[in-house]
C-alpha cells in the first residue's frame, strides 16, 4: 500500500491510499468481479468496476464505501484518458520497475447505475482471448480512497485475476445487466412502483396482486347479497317495474283525455271555440303543456258562437200549410192536418 499526499476539494493534502485490488498477501486489497465470455465468444461490453454502497466488504474483511460514485465519474473525466485494463495488476507492480504491462483492455467511459459505477470496454485481443479460454475469470479496480473515511474517489485501472476477493457480481450474468435493468424499470412500472423499488418489492407487488385477484374471483363467485341479487329476482323486479310504467302511462293517458274533453266541452259551451274547430284544440292539448296552454287561451278568448236560443223551438208560423208529402204521411197513420199541426209533423 502507498500513502499519497493529494490536494482534495474538501481539505489540501488529505492522506489517500491507493489499493492493489486483488487478493495478495500483505497490504493489498481486492475487489473482484467475475467475468465469462457469453455464447460466441463475445465478451461483455459494459462491466460492474464498483458496487454500490456504504459497506462494501471483501473476504478479507476488509470494507470501503462507495456512497459518492459521482466522485468517481468527475475524477475520471478529469483525467481524461481511458483506463487500462492489464493481467494481475502489472501497471502498478510491472510498469514501475520498467517491465512489461500490456493492456488486455481499455476503459472507454464510465456510467453509475443505482449508485454502483460501471464501465464500457474495449477489449484487446489478447485480453478477449484470455477471458475466452476461461484463463482468466476475474476482474479486480485499483482506486484511491480516504484513509480516514475508506470511502473510494478515483479508479485507477483495473486487473484480470483469479483470486477474488469481493463477494460481487460476476460479469458472466452482468453482460445482460443494462438489457435486465431496463426489463425490471418496465416490470416496475407495469406494477405501479417506482423506479428506485427493489426486486423484492416487485416480488411483493405481485405476490399481493394475486391475493387480491384470488378475493375478486372469490367475491365474483360468492356475492354479497346486501350489494347484489341473484339474476332472476332481478328480471322479476324489473319486468314488475316496467308493468307499472306502463299501467301508469296509460292512466295518465286516460285522464288526461278526460281533462281535454272536459275543457273542450267547457270550450264550446262557452262559445270560446267553434266546432269546426274542436280537433284542432284537442291535438294541441295532447301536445307537452298542451292543456294548460288551451285553458290560458280559453280564459283570454271572448266569446266566438253565442247560443242562438232557437234549440227545441218550432216555427212561429202554425197557419203554414202542410206540403204534399206531410199529408201523404198523416193519411197512411190515420191523423188530419190539425193534428200534425198540433204535435209536430215528420
Avoid at 485480453?127 to 479460454?133: D, K, N, Q
Avoid at 470511502?151 to 458472466?172: D, K, M
Avoid at 273542450?264 to 298542451?290: F, M, N, Q, S, W
Wanted: aromatic residues 6%; negative net charge.
Amino acid at each position: 500500500m502507498r500513502i499519497l499526499v493529494v490536494d482534495d476539494d474538501r481539505r489540501v493534502g488529505a492522506l489517500v491510499a491507493t489499493a492493489l485490488c486483488s487478493a495478495q498477501p500483505g497490504n493489498c486489497m481486492a475487489l473482484n468481479f467475475e467475468i465469462a465470455a457469453v455464447d460466441g465468444g463475445n465478451l461483455p461490453e459494459w462491466i460492474e468496476l464498483l458496487p454500490a454502497g456504504q459497506v462494501i466488504t471483501g473476504r478479507d474483511g476488509r470494507t470501503w464505501i462507495n456512497d459518492r460514485p459521482e466522485m468517481i465519474l468527475a475524477a475520471f473525466a478529469a483525467d481524461g484518458k481511458d483506463l487500462p485494463i492489464d493481467w494481475e495488476h502489472s501497471t502498478q507492480l510491472k510498469a514501475p520497475n520498467g517491465d512489461r504491462s500490456p493492456a488486455a483492455g481499455w476503459i472507454k467511459a464510465m456510467e453509475i447505475r443505482d449508485g454502483a459505477i460501471w464501465g464500457r470496454v474495449e477489449w484487446t485481443n489478447d485480453g478477449a482471448a484470455s477471458i475466452a479460454s476461461k484463463e482468466y475469470r476475474y476482474i479486480s479496480p485499483v482506486f484511491h480512497f480516504e484513509i480516514e473515511t475508506n470511502r473510494i474517489f478515483r479508479i485507477v485501472s483495473c486487473g484480470l485475476t483469479n483470486t477474488p476477493n469481493l463477494y460481487l457480481n460476476a460479469l458472466n450474468r452482468a453482460q445482460h445487466q443494462k438489457e435486465l435493468n431496463m426489463e425490471l424499470s418496465q416490470l416496475l412500472a407495469s406494477l405501479g412502483l417506482p423506479a428506485t423499488a427493489t426486486f423484492l418489492e416487485a416480488l411483493n407487488r405481485i405476490a399481493q396482486m394475486k391475493t387480491e385477484h384470488a378475493t375478486a374471483l372469490n367475491q365474483a363467485q360468492n356475492p354479497s347479497l346486501d350489494r347484489f341479487v341473484p339474476r332472476a329476482d332481478y328480471d322479476t323486479a324489473l319486468n314488475r317495474a316496467t308493468t307499472a310504467e306502463a299501467t301508469l302511462a296509460g292512466i295518465k293517458k286516460d285522464s288526461l283525455e278526460t281533462a281535454i274533453n272536459t275543457e273542450i266541452d267547457a270550450a264550446l259551451a262557452a262559445g270560446k271555440i267553434t266546432p269546426a274547430t274542436k280537433d284542432y284544440h284537442v291535438a294541441a292539448c295532447r301536445e307537452k303543456g298542451g292543456l294548460d296552454r288551451f285553458k290560458a287561451f280559453v280564459n283570454a278568448a271572448p266569446v266566438v258562437a253565442p247560443d242562438s236560443g232557437l234549440d227545441g223551438k218550432l216555427p212561429k208560423d202554425p197557419g203554414t200549410a202542410l206540403n204534399a208529402e206531410q199529408l201523404k204521411v198523416a193519411e197512411m197513420f190515420g191523423n188530419s192536418a190539425e193534428d200534425i199541426k198540433k204535435y209536430g209533423g215528420a
